[in-house]
Nanobody, 121 residues
């Protein structure tokens, strides 16, 4: 059973930085996509960034150049236990949202519980 646990959210001033973490466990698929989504109040959930098992990345236009997705594990194909990060720099008030981690592998999708990010002075 895949489990995803996000952490690292909080309150930050405009222009500041945060690093979100997503601890993933329980998956043995060598082919997967890890992604960060966010959902602001009254808005639809949107894709922020994704990382494939081959190392490809993609970002929403609104965060390009400011956010970076990466992962930390001994082997690039070992998804049994790993951590995915979202480094967020130059944060703006419009980045305020609940951020969710998602894993897609073996034809299924799994979500974490989310972590709140608030950008405000």
């Amino acid at each position: 059973q895949v489990q995803l646990v996000e952490s690292g959210g909080g309150l930050v001033q405009p222009g500041g930085s945060l690093r979100l973490s997503c601890a993933a466990s329980g998956s043995t698929f060598s082919i997967y996509i890890m992604a960060w989504y966010r959902q602001a109040p009254g808005k639809q959930r949107e894709l922020v960034a994704l990382l494939t098992s081959l190392g490809s990345t993609n970002y929403a236009d609104s965060v390009k150049g400011r956010f970076t997705i990466s992962r930390d594990n001994a082997k690039s194909t070992d998804n049994a236990k790993s951590t995915v990060y979202l480094q967020m720099n130059s944060l703006k008030p419009e980045d305020t949202a609940v951020y969710y981690c998602k894993q897609t592998s073996g034809g299924k999708s799994y979500w974490g519980q989310g972590t709140q990010v608030t950008v405000s002075s």
